[in-house]
């Protein structure tokens, strides 16, 4: 929906300059870029600090807010 477009735009740019833009040989295979993207959404959703968030992570956010 285009609510979701911001935010998603968003997390695709964070993904992009925090793993791809910083590899500096050529990425060989597709298995190496499911497993960089699938690393950075565990970190993500688990330990990426977000200021909007009040200094948590996504997790520790929801976690936070269900008590």
Do not use: C
């Not at 929906?1 to 833009?21: G, R």
């Not at 190496?32 to 956010?61: A, C, H």
């Amino acid at each position: 929906t285009p609510s979701d477009n911001a935010p998603i735009e968003s997390f695709h740019s964070s993904l992009k300059s925090e793993t791809f833009y910083l590899h500096k040989e050529p990425i060989g295979s597709n298995n190496i870029v499911i497993n960089m993207v699938e690393n950075y959404i565990y970190f993500w959703n688990n330990q990426r600090i977000l200021t909007k968030l009040g200094y948590l992570s996504p997790i520790d956010y929801r976690e936070k807010m269900a008590h």
